[in-house]
């Protein structure tokens, strides 16, 4: 897994203008620079986690094929249940692919910045 990133370029692009998201299309990764370095490394190690995940085989049996595309989509429960799964396993792909090129890090800020994300997507998940 960890040598993903060996076989393909991936560009990542630091701007105030951004927000954190993979453009797996463009083989993209925008970090907003409005944030912390500590932030911002977290935020990349989250978007690899995405990559990794959306380039594993697996992925699109796992996930509707629907959702797999990323096109604009209606907001169904699937929809909104599938968006929390990528999110969670997103930050375990991250941390299993930086462990595994023995990045040693603050895993405590590691955890808080998880948790205020995934929150964050919880309350979006729940609330209309
Ligand atoms: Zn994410």
Redesign the pocket.
Same mark, same amino acid.
């Given at each position: 897994m960890s040598h993903l990133m060996c076989e393909e370029e991936i560009h990542v692009e630091i701007s105030p203008d951004v927000n954190n998201e993979l453009w797996i299309g463009e083989m993209l990764i925008t970090i907003n620079s409005k944030q912390t370095h500590k932030k911002r490394f977290f935020c990349l190690v *989250?978007e690899i986690g *995405?990559y990794t995940l959306r380039r594993k085989r697996e992925f699109k049996m796992r996930f509707p094929e629907d959702y797999v595309k990323e096109e604009k989509q209606k907001r169904t429960k699937q929809f909104v249940v599938d968006t929390l799964r990528e999110?969670v396993l997103?930050w375990e792909e991250g941390l299993n692919y930086a462990e595994g090129l023995g990045i040693d890090f603050d895993m405590d800020s590691y955890n808080r910045q998880r948790t205020a994300a995934l929150y964050k997507y919880i309350e979006w998940a729940v609330l209309k």
């Open positions: *989250h *995405h999110e997103a």
